[in-house]
T-cell receptor, first 114, second 112 residues
Framework: SQTIHQWPATLVQPVGSPLSLECTVE??????LYWYRQAAGRGLQLLFYSVGIGQISSEVPQNLSASRPQDRQFILSSKKLLLSDSGFYLC?????????????FGPGTRLTVL | QQQVKQSPQSLIVQKGGISIINCAYENTAFDYFPWYQQFPGKGPALLIA?????SEKKEGRFTISFNKSAKQFSLHIMDSQPGDSATYFC???????????FGTGTRLLVSP
Protein backbone atom coordinates (compact mmCIF):
# COMPACT_ATOMS: atom_id res chain seq x y z
CA SER A 1 0.00 0.00 0.00
CA GLN A 2 1.04 3.59 -0.53
CA THR A 3 2.05 5.89 2.27
CA ILE A 4 3.12 9.50 2.37
CA HIS A 5 5.40 11.02 4.97
CA GLN A 6 6.07 14.61 5.88
CA TRP A 7 8.57 16.04 8.30
CA PRO A 8 8.91 17.77 10.52
CA ALA A 9 5.40 17.65 11.98
CA THR A 10 5.78 21.07 13.58
CA LEU A 11 8.30 23.85 13.14
CA VAL A 12 8.84 27.24 14.72
CA GLN A 13 11.20 29.50 12.82
CA PRO A 14 12.27 33.15 13.12
CA VAL A 15 11.58 35.61 10.34
CA GLY A 16 14.40 35.61 7.82
CA SER A 17 15.52 32.07 8.50
CA PRO A 18 15.64 29.36 5.82
CA LEU A 19 13.11 26.57 5.45
CA SER A 20 13.19 23.01 4.22
CA LEU A 21 10.19 20.72 4.40
CA GLU A 22 10.37 17.21 3.06
CA CYS A 23 7.79 14.86 1.66
CA THR A 24 8.31 11.26 0.57
CA VAL A 25 5.93 8.74 -0.91
CA GLU A 26 6.24 4.98 -0.64
CA UNK A 27 4.59 2.19 -2.58
CA UNK A 28 4.13 3.88 -5.92
CA UNK A 29 6.27 5.09 -8.76
CA UNK A 30 6.24 8.26 -10.85
CA UNK A 31 3.48 9.96 -8.85
CA UNK A 32 2.33 13.51 -9.34
CA LEU A 33 3.35 15.46 -6.26
CA TYR A 34 1.82 18.61 -4.81
CA TRP A 35 2.51 21.19 -2.11
CA TYR A 36 -0.43 23.03 -0.55
CA ARG A 37 -0.67 25.64 2.14
CA GLN A 38 -3.64 26.03 4.43
CA ALA A 39 -3.98 29.15 6.53
CA ALA A 40 -5.79 28.81 9.86
CA GLY A 41 -9.46 28.04 9.23
CA ARG A 42 -9.06 28.49 5.50
CA GLY A 43 -9.05 26.45 2.33
CA LEU A 44 -6.25 24.78 0.44
CA GLN A 45 -3.92 26.85 -1.70
CA LEU A 46 -1.88 24.96 -4.30
CA LEU A 47 1.72 26.14 -4.23
CA PHE A 48 3.62 23.75 -6.49
CA TYR A 49 3.07 20.55 -8.40
CA SER A 50 5.39 18.15 -10.15
CA VAL A 51 4.76 15.46 -12.74
CA GLY A 52 8.32 14.13 -12.71
CA ILE A 53 11.87 14.51 -11.45
CA GLY A 54 13.06 18.07 -11.89
CA GLN A 55 9.70 19.19 -13.29
CA ILE A 56 8.14 21.83 -11.05
CA SER A 57 5.23 24.12 -11.78
CA SER A 58 4.58 27.10 -9.54
CA GLU A 59 1.05 28.26 -8.90
CA VAL A 60 1.68 31.28 -6.69
CA PRO A 61 4.73 33.53 -7.05
CA GLN A 62 6.30 34.01 -3.64
CA ASN A 63 9.49 33.44 -1.70
CA LEU A 64 9.00 29.68 -1.64
CA SER A 65 10.49 27.15 -4.04
CA ALA A 66 10.14 23.44 -4.59
CA SER A 67 12.41 20.71 -5.83
CA ARG A 68 12.03 17.07 -6.74
CA PRO A 69 15.46 15.45 -6.56
CA GLN A 70 14.10 11.90 -6.64
CA ASP A 71 10.99 10.26 -8.04
CA ARG A 72 9.20 10.05 -4.69
CA GLN A 73 10.73 13.00 -2.85
CA PHE A 74 9.38 16.53 -2.87
CA ILE A 75 11.00 19.39 -0.99
CA LEU A 76 9.63 22.82 -0.15
CA SER A 77 12.20 25.51 0.60
CA SER A 78 12.65 29.14 1.38
CA LYS A 79 15.79 31.22 1.73
CA LYS A 80 14.17 33.78 4.04
CA LEU A 81 10.89 33.17 5.80
CA LEU A 82 8.23 35.85 6.16
CA LEU A 83 5.56 36.11 8.85
CA SER A 84 2.98 35.42 6.14
CA ASP A 85 4.57 32.02 5.47
CA SER A 86 3.02 30.64 8.66
CA GLY A 87 0.48 27.93 8.00
CA PHE A 88 -0.20 24.25 7.62
CA TYR A 89 1.77 22.77 4.73
CA LEU A 90 0.41 19.69 3.07
CA CYS A 91 2.03 17.40 0.57
CA UNK A 92 -0.11 15.22 -1.67
CA UNK A 93 0.40 12.59 -4.34
CA UNK A 94 -1.64 11.14 -7.13
CA UNK A 95 -1.28 8.67 -9.95
CA UNK A 96 -3.44 9.80 -12.85
CA UNK A 97 -5.68 7.02 -14.11
CA UNK A 98 -8.07 8.20 -16.76
CA UNK A 99 -10.36 10.73 -15.12
CA UNK A 100 -9.96 9.59 -11.53
CA UNK A 101 -6.89 11.52 -10.46
CA UNK A 102 -7.44 11.31 -6.72
CA UNK A 103 -4.97 13.15 -4.54
CA UNK A 104 -3.89 11.66 -1.23
CA PHE A 105 -2.60 13.96 1.46
CA GLY A 106 0.16 13.61 3.99
CA PRO A 107 -0.17 14.45 7.69
CA GLY A 108 1.07 18.01 7.20
CA THR A 109 3.66 20.31 8.77
CA ARG A 110 2.56 23.13 11.04
CA LEU A 111 4.90 26.08 10.45
CA THR A 112 4.93 29.09 12.73
CA VAL A 113 7.11 32.03 11.76
CA LEU A 114 7.80 34.43 14.61
CA GLN B 1 -13.99 29.90 -14.17
CA GLN B 2 -11.62 27.67 -12.24
CA GLN B 3 -13.47 28.29 -8.98
CA VAL B 4 -15.57 25.89 -6.99
CA LYS B 5 -18.01 27.69 -4.73
CA GLN B 6 -18.90 25.90 -1.52
CA SER B 7 -21.61 26.64 1.01
CA PRO B 8 -22.34 26.98 3.83
CA GLN B 9 -19.13 28.09 5.48
CA SER B 10 -20.21 26.45 8.73
CA LEU B 11 -23.00 24.13 9.74
CA ILE B 12 -24.41 22.89 13.03
CA VAL B 13 -26.53 19.75 12.95
CA GLN B 14 -28.05 17.73 15.73
CA LYS B 15 -27.03 14.13 16.19
CA GLY B 16 -29.09 11.93 13.91
CA GLY B 17 -29.87 14.76 11.52
CA ILE B 18 -28.91 15.22 7.87
CA SER B 19 -25.94 17.42 6.98
CA ILE B 20 -25.99 18.95 3.51
CA ILE B 21 -23.08 20.78 1.90
CA ASN B 22 -23.35 22.29 -1.55
CA CYS B 23 -20.84 23.10 -4.27
CA ALA B 24 -21.13 24.77 -7.66
CA TYR B 25 -18.73 25.15 -10.55
CA GLU B 26 -18.51 26.87 -13.92
CA ASN B 27 -15.82 25.00 -15.81
CA THR B 28 -17.44 22.28 -17.90
CA ALA B 29 -14.02 20.63 -18.31
CA PHE B 30 -14.23 19.41 -14.72
CA ASP B 31 -14.92 15.70 -14.83
CA TYR B 32 -14.16 14.25 -11.40
CA PHE B 33 -15.56 15.50 -8.12
CA PRO B 34 -14.13 14.24 -4.82
CA TRP B 35 -15.05 15.22 -1.28
CA TYR B 36 -12.45 15.39 1.46
CA GLN B 37 -12.85 15.27 5.23
CA GLN B 38 -10.32 17.01 7.44
CA PHE B 39 -10.00 16.75 11.21
CA PRO B 40 -8.08 19.47 13.10
CA GLY B 41 -4.33 19.14 12.70
CA LYS B 42 -4.62 16.36 10.12
CA GLY B 43 -4.35 16.19 6.36
CA PRO B 44 -7.56 15.94 4.31
CA ALA B 45 -8.72 12.40 3.61
CA LEU B 46 -10.73 11.32 0.59
CA LEU B 47 -14.29 10.61 1.64
CA ILE B 48 -16.22 9.89 -1.53
CA ALA B 49 -16.00 10.89 -5.19
CA UNK B 50 -18.23 10.97 -8.25
CA UNK B 51 -17.89 11.25 -11.99
CA UNK B 52 -20.39 13.27 -14.05
CA UNK B 53 -21.85 10.24 -15.80
CA UNK B 54 -23.85 9.35 -12.68
CA SER B 55 -26.27 11.48 -10.69
CA GLU B 56 -25.76 9.92 -7.29
CA LYS B 57 -23.24 7.86 -5.39
CA LYS B 58 -23.74 6.43 -1.94
CA GLU B 59 -21.20 4.98 0.46
CA GLY B 60 -22.60 4.16 3.86
CA ARG B 61 -24.06 7.32 5.40
CA PHE B 62 -22.43 9.56 2.79
CA THR B 63 -24.10 10.41 -0.53
CA ILE B 64 -23.04 12.67 -3.37
CA SER B 65 -25.78 14.12 -5.52
CA PHE B 66 -24.67 15.49 -8.86
CA ASN B 67 -26.61 17.77 -11.21
CA LYS B 68 -24.63 18.13 -14.42
CA SER B 69 -26.98 20.60 -16.11
CA ALA B 70 -26.95 22.91 -13.09
CA LYS B 71 -23.23 22.34 -12.52
CA GLN B 72 -23.85 21.63 -8.87
CA PHE B 73 -23.06 18.78 -6.53
CA SER B 74 -23.70 18.18 -2.88
CA LEU B 75 -22.69 15.97 0.00
CA HIS B 76 -25.36 14.50 2.25
CA ILE B 77 -24.44 12.94 5.56
CA MET B 78 -27.30 10.87 6.90
CA ASP B 79 -27.71 10.14 10.61
CA SER B 80 -24.94 12.62 11.41
CA GLN B 81 -22.76 11.70 14.38
CA PRO B 82 -20.49 13.78 16.64
CA GLY B 83 -17.54 11.94 15.09
CA ASP B 84 -18.47 13.51 11.74
CA SER B 85 -17.55 16.92 13.13
CA ALA B 86 -14.80 18.08 10.79
CA THR B 87 -14.15 20.38 7.86
CA TYR B 88 -15.36 19.16 4.51
CA PHE B 89 -13.94 20.24 1.17
CA CYS B 90 -15.44 19.65 -2.23
CA UNK B 91 -13.13 19.63 -5.20
CA UNK B 92 -13.20 19.34 -8.97
CA UNK B 93 -10.60 17.97 -11.32
CA UNK B 94 -9.71 19.21 -14.73
CA UNK B 95 -8.00 16.07 -16.01
CA UNK B 96 -6.40 18.04 -18.81
CA UNK B 97 -4.38 20.01 -16.26
CA UNK B 98 -4.22 17.26 -13.60
CA UNK B 99 -5.03 19.72 -10.87
CA UNK B 100 -7.75 19.74 -8.27
CA UNK B 101 -9.65 22.93 -7.57
CA PHE B 102 -10.90 23.01 -4.00
CA GLY B 103 -13.89 24.70 -2.46
CA THR B 104 -13.31 26.93 0.55
CA GLY B 105 -14.48 24.32 3.05
CA THR B 106 -17.41 23.79 5.42
CA ARG B 107 -16.89 23.39 9.13
CA LEU B 108 -19.46 20.87 10.38
CA LEU B 109 -20.34 20.53 14.05
CA VAL B 110 -22.66 17.72 15.05
CA SER B 111 -24.08 18.38 18.49
CA PRO B 112 -24.71 15.39 20.81
Amino acid sequence: SQTIHQWPATLVQPVGSPLSLECTVEGTSNPNLYWYRQAAGRGLQLLFYSVGIGQISSEVPQNLSASRPQDRQFILSSKKLLLSDSGFYLCAWSVPRGNTDTQYFGPGTRLTVL
Amino acid sequence: QQQVKQSPQSLIVQKGGISIINCAYENTAFDYFPWYQQFPGKGPALLIAIRPDVSEKKEGRFTISFNKSAKQFSLHIMDSQPGDSATYFCAALDTGFQKLVFGTGTRLLVSP
